[in-house]
C-alpha cells in the first residue's frame, strides 16, 4: 500500500497518508469542518453529527473517518451547511440555551455555530423541556438545561488517580449527565477550570467565576468559529 | 445482603467485564439494584460509581426502584394492540388498582409497559417475572391478579396452558406456542446434531469457508452481508483469541422467527457457532440472549451440557486434536439497540449498549478488542444446512442475488400468524395468501426499521433486490388507522430504544412525532409534509441503523400512502397552526365564566 496518496475535499487535492483523519486533513489545510462532541486529544465520540461530510456520496464523521485513497469529500456544500443548521437548530429547542444570561456566551461553541450558520430562530418549536440545575457541588455547577451531551467532560476530566467523574444516565431523549458528587467534592479549582473549559457550552460552569470575559474580548465575539482554521494557510 | 453480593461477585471471579451477569443476578434477587450493591461492586470491581450507574440506568430490566414482588412487563407492540392490548392493559390498571409504571403501595406488585417480547403472533402477552404469559384477555388477566393477591403460585395458569413442542418441556414449561406453519429447511427435523462437525474435521478450515462462500449465504439478521466475507476477514487477523457471537437479541418488533427456533432447533445453533469456530479459528462462543427470552436460558444451558457429554463442545471436539470450541450464555439487559453489533459487544462487556463508530469492523477489533464474528441465529442454522447438503442444494432455492431459504414472522391482521420458512423471491401476495389475510391496507416490511407498503406494491418480491427482510411481516387491515396505530406507535418505539449519543437520533426523531401528532390533530399543513421527507438526509448522518431507519415508518408512509396525510392537512396555508388561542384561554375562561369571542 503507498503510504502517501491524495484525497478531494471540495475539489482540491490535498495530500493524504494512511491513519489520519479527513478532519486532521481538512484542519492542516485550512479547510473548516464544524465539530462540536470533537476535542482535540480525547479520542471521538461521533455523536453531534455535525461534522458529517459526503465520502463519494455517502454521509460520514470527518473526525472518526480515516482517510483512503480515491476520497472525494464533499464538507462545504449548501447541503451539508443546511444540514448541519438544522442539528444546530435542534439542539436549541431541546434544551434550554437563555444566552444572554449563560455564563459562557460569547464562549460558547453551539452559540458560535448558531451565529456561523446564520440561525435567527430554530425552525422548530421549543420543547421547554423540565431540566435540572445541581448546584451541589462546592466547586463546580451542571446546568442540565444547556448539556449537548457530547461527553467531552466524560472522556476529559477524571480524578488525579485516573477515576472516572462524569457519565451518562438513561437513554434516548432522556439521557443526561451525570456526576459523581462523592468524588467531585474534592476537584482542585484547576480541575474545575478544565471541566468548565472542555464544555463546548455553558453546562459546566465553575463557582465563584461567572462572567470574567468583558463583552468583545471574548472567544467568538470578534471572529466567527472556525476562523482558526483558515488562518493555518 | 452483602454477602450475596459477594458470592454473585465471586460467581464471576470479579471479572469486571461480567458486570452486566452481576447486575442482572442482584436485579432478579433484589427486583432493584441496592444502593449499597453498588457501593459494594463499586469497592470490589474497582470500577467508577458513575459507570456502573450508567449501565444500570440504560438497561429496561435494571432498575434502581423495586419492581415489586410480582413484575408485570405488558408489552406495547403494534401485534399487542391489534390483539386487544387496550382492554387487556386496563383490567391490569383495575384489577392491580394502579396505573402503568408503578409498583402498589405494599410492593407487591408493579406494573410496566414494554417494547415488543417476541410474541406477536400471540399477543397480547406479558412477562411476569420472567415469564411469558402470551394470548391474554380480559378474564385470564383477572385470574391472574386475583392468584398474585391471593398469594397462589401463577405459575399454575401457566402449567394448565402450555405451549406446543419443546415449551412444555420440563426446563421450559412456558405457555409460548410455536406456530411453525411452513417448513423447507433450518425447522425441518431431518437433523442428526454433530452431522456438520463430523463433515468438517476432514477438512480444511479454508474448504469450509469455500463451501459458504459458494452457498452465497448473506446474514438473516437483516443486512444480508454475505457470511463468508466476515469469516475471512477474522480468520485473516493475525493469530490469537477470536470471537464468535450469536445475536439473538431479536428485537425487531414483529419478529420471533428466532425463538422458534431457539426452542427448537438450539442444537443446529450451537452446531453453527462450533463450524464457525473450527472455520476461524476460535476457541470461544457467546449466545447474547435477549432478556425477553430468559425463560429459555435454563433449557439452554442443558442443551449445551447435553453437546458437551457428547463431544460436540468442548476439548479435542469429536475426537478431533486442538479441536476446542465452547459456549456461555450472555443475558441481555433489555435494549433493542443492543442488537446492533458493536452495541451488542459493548453490553456484553457490561457497558451501556452505545454502538460504536465503524470502522474498525468487530472481525477485526470485537469483544475485548479481538476479532470477532457476529452473525444472526438463523444464518448460523443454514451454515450448518449448507455443510450437510453441499452449497448446490443450497443455492437452487431462492433467487441469484437471495440463495436459500428465509423465516418470516408473520403477524397482524391475519388468519394464521406464525413462523414461514419460505424460500427467497415470492411476493407479498403470496405471502398474504398463505397468512390467511383478507382486506389489507398495507404490509410492514422488516418491521419499523423497514418498509411499509401499500396493495400497489404487493406484487413486489421477498429478495434482497427488490423487499429485503431480516423477517418480520406485520399485516394491517384496512379497518386500522394506519398513522395512529402504526406510525405512531412506531416512533414512539424507537424514541424509546434510541441510545440517545446521537443528535438526530436523540432530538429530530422527538421532532417528528411531534410534527406527526400535529397532523393526526389536523392542524398540519404542506410544509410539514416536506419538512418530514428533507429531515430524512439528517436522519441518514446518525452513526447507527436504528437513528439512520427511524424515521421510516413515517418517510416510508409518507411516500406509499401520501394521501393518509394530504387529506388531515389544513389546505392553502402557509401559516403554521401551532398556537390554539382557544385551548390557550380555557383556564381563564373556566375560571371567569367568560365565552371566548374568536372570529375565524
Ligand atoms: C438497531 C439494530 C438492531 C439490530 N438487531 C438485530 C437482531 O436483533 N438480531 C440480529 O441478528 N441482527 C440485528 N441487527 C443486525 C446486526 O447488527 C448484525 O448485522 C447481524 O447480527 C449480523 O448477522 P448476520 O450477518 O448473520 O445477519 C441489528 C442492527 C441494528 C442497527
Ligand atoms: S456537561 Fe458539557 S461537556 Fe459534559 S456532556 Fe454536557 S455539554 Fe458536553
Ligand atoms: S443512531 Fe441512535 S441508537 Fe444509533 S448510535 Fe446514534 S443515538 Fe445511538
Ligand atoms: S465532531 Fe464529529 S461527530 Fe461531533
Known amino acids: 500500500m503507498k503510504d502517501k496518496f491524495k484525497i ?99 464562549n460558547c461553541e453551539l452559540q458560535a455555530l448558531a451565529y456561523r450558520f446564520k440561525m435567527d430562530v430554530p425552525r422548530f418549536p421549543y420543547s421547554f423541556s423540565k431540566r435540572d440545575i445541581d448546584a451541589s457541588n462546592p466547586k463546580i455547577m451542571i446546568d442540565h438545561n444547556r448539556c449537548i451531551k457530547c461527553k467531552r467532560c466524560a472522556r476529559g476530566i477524571k480524578t488525579d488517580d485516573g477515576k472516572d467523574l462524569f457519565a451518562f444516565k438513561n437513554r434516548g431523549e432522556k439521557i443526561e449527565i451525570s456526576i459523581d458528587n462523592e468524588l467531585a467534592k474534592n476537584i482542585s479549582d484547576e480541575k474545575a477550570q478544565e471541566a468548565m473549559d472542555i464544555c463546548p457550552v455553558g453546562a459546566i460552569i465553575k463557582k465563584e467565576r461567572g462572567f470574567i470575559d468583558p463583552i468583545g474580548t471574548r472567544k467568538y465575539d470578534n471572529k466567527p468559529i472556525g476562523s482558526k482554521v483558515k488562518e493555518v494557510q | 445482603m452483602r454477602e450475596v453480593i459477594n458470592n454473585i461477585i465471586s460467581l464471576y471471579k470479579s471479572d469486571k467485564t461480567r458486570l452486566m451477569d452481576m447486575l442482572l443476578d442482584i436485579q432478579e434477587k433484589f427486583n432493584y439494584i441496592p444502593d449499597n450493591a453498588i457501593d459494594t461492586l463499586v469497592e470490589k470491581l474497582d470500577l467508577p460509581k458513575v459507570h456502573i450507574l450508567e449501565t444500570i440506568s440504560f438497561y429496561h430490566f435494571l432498575t434502581l426502584k423495586n419492581t415489586g414482588k410480582y413484575t408485570i412487563y405488558l408489552n406495547d407492540s403494534v401485534s399487542a394492540y391489534m390483539s386487544g392490548r387496550k382492554e387487556v392493559a386496563e383490567t391490569f390498571e383495575k384489577e392491580i388498582g394502579i396505573k402503568f409504571n408503578s409498583v402498589t403501595n405494599d410492593g407487591l406488585i408493579g406494573l410496566f409497559d414494554t417494547s415488543c417480547i417476541g410474541m406477536s403472533d400471540q399477543e397480547p402477552a406479558a412477562l411476569i417475572n420472567n415469564k411469558v404469559f402470551t394470548n391474554l ?24 396452558n402450555l405451549g ?96 422458534v427456533i431457539l426452542t427448537e432447533r438450539p442444537e443446529l445453533m450451537f452446531e453453527g457457532m462450533a463450524t464457525c469456530g473450527y472455520a476461524i479459528n476460535s476457541d470461544e462462543g457467546v449466545l447474547y440472549l435477549r432478556h425477553e427470552y430468559k425463560y429459555l436460558k435454563k433449557y439452554l444451558e442443558n442443551v449445551l451440557n447435553k453437546m458437551r457429554k457428547r463431544n460436540l463442545l468442548g476439548k479435542d471436539i469429536l475426537g478431533q486434536k486442538g479441536f476446542n470450541f465452547d459456549i456461555r450464555i ?37 469483544y475485548l478488542d479481538k476479532p470477532t464474528v457476529i452473525n ?3 444464518t448460523l442454522c443454514s451454515v450448518v444446512k449448507i455443510l450437510n447438503k453441499g452449497n448446490y442444494w443450497f443455492k437452487k432455492m431462492g433467487t441469484e442475488e437471495s440463495r436459500g431459504t428465509k423465516l418470516l414472522s408473520i403477524s397482524g391482521d391475519c388468519e394464521k400468524p406464525g413462523v414461514y420458512e419460505i424460500k427467497w423471491g415470492i411476493t407479498i401476495n403470496e405471502m398474504l395468501h398463505m397468512a390467511g389475510a383478507e382486506d389489507v391496507q398495507a404490509v410492514q416490511v422488516s418491521g419499523p426499521s423497514g418498509n411499509c407498503i401499500s396493495p400497489s406494491q404487493f406484487n413486489n418480491q421477498i429478495r434482497y433486490s427488490d423487499l429485503g427482510t431480516g423477517g ?14 402504526v406510525v405512531m406507535n412506531y416512533t414512539n418505539f424507537f424514541i424509546g430504544e434510541s441510545c ?44 447507527c441503523g436504528l437513528g439512520q431507519t427511524s424515521s421510516n415508518p413515517i418517510v416510508t408512509t409518507l411516500k406509499n400512502f401520501p394521501e393518509l396525510y394530504e387529506n388531515k392537512i389544513i389546505e392553502d396555508s402557509d401559516l403554521i397552526p401551532t398556537f390554539d388561542i382557544s385551548k390557550a384561554i380555557q383556564e381563564y375562561c373556566d375560571a371567569t365564566g367568560r365565552k371566548p369571542i374568536i372570529e375565524e
Open chain 2, 472 to 485: 418480520s411481516m406485520v399485516i394491517i387491515g384496512k379497518h386500522r388507522d394506519l398513522l395512529k396505530d
Open chain 2, 330 to 366: 450472555q443475558l441481555g439487559g433489555g435494549a433493542y439497540v443492543c442488537g446492533e453489533e458493536t452495541a451488542l459487544l459493548e453490553s456484553t462487556k457490561g457497558n451501556r449498549g452505545e454502538p460504536r463508530y465503524k470502522p474498525p469492523f468487530p472481525a477485526v477489533k470485537g
Open chain 2, 376 to 378: 444472526n441465529v438463523e
Open chain 2, 164 to 259: 406446543n413442542g419443546k415449551n412444555s418441556s420440563k426446563l421450559i414449561q412456558s405457555m409460548v406456542n410455536n406456530n411453525i406453519r411452513v417448513i423447507k429447511s433450518i425447522l425441518s427435523d431431518e437433523y442428526i446434531p454433530g452431522s456438520a462437525l463430523m463433515k468438517i474435521i476432514e477438512q480444511e478450515r479454508d474448504e469450509v469457508i469455500n463451501e459458504i462462500e459458494n452457498s452465497e449465504l448473506r446474514g438473516h439478521g437483516g443486512a444480508g452481508f454475505p457470511t463468508d466475507l466476515k469469516w475471512k476477514f477474522t480468520a485473516k487477523t493475525p493469530e490469537g483469541k477470536r470471537y464468535i457471537f450469536c445475536n439473538a437479541d431479536e428485537g425487531e418488533p414483529g419478529t420471533f422467527k428466532d425463538r
Open chain 2, 500 to 543: 440517545g449519543s446521537c443528535v438526530p437520533c436523540r432530538n429530530l426523531i422527538v421532532i417528528y412525532r411531534n410534527t406527526l401528532q400535529k397532523v393526526i390533530d389536523g392542524k398540519g399543513v404542506q410544509a410539514d409534509l416536506d419538512n418530514m421527507l428533507e429531515w430524512e438526509k439528517v436522519m441518514k448522518m446518525n452513526r
Open chain 2, 137 to 160: 384477555t380480559i378474564a385470564k388477566v383477572k385470574e391472574i391478579v386475583k392468584n398474585i393477591k391471593d398469594g397462589k403460585d401463577i405459575n399454575s395458569l401457566m402449567k394448565a
Open chain 1, 8 to 106: 478531494i475535499i471540495d475539489g482540491k487535492e490535498l495530500p493524504a497518508r494512511h491513519g489520519q483523519t479527513i478532519l486532521e486533513i481538512a484542519n492542516n489545510n485550512g479547510i473548516y469542518i464544524p465539530t462540536l462532541c470533537n476535542f482535540e486529544g480525547l479520542k471521538p465520540q461521533a455523536s453531534c453529527r455535525i461534522c458529517s461530510v459526503k465520502v463519494n456520496g455517502r454521509p460520514m464523521t470527518a473526525c472518526t473517518t480515516t482517510v483512503s485513497p480515491g476520497m472525494e469529500i464533499e464538507n462545504d456544500t449548501p447541503e451539508m451547511n443546511e444540514l448541519r443548521k438544522i442539528i444546530v437548530e435542534t439542539m436549541f429547542v431541546t434544551g434550554n440555551h437563555f444566552c444572554p444570561s449563560c455564563e459562557k456566551s460569547g
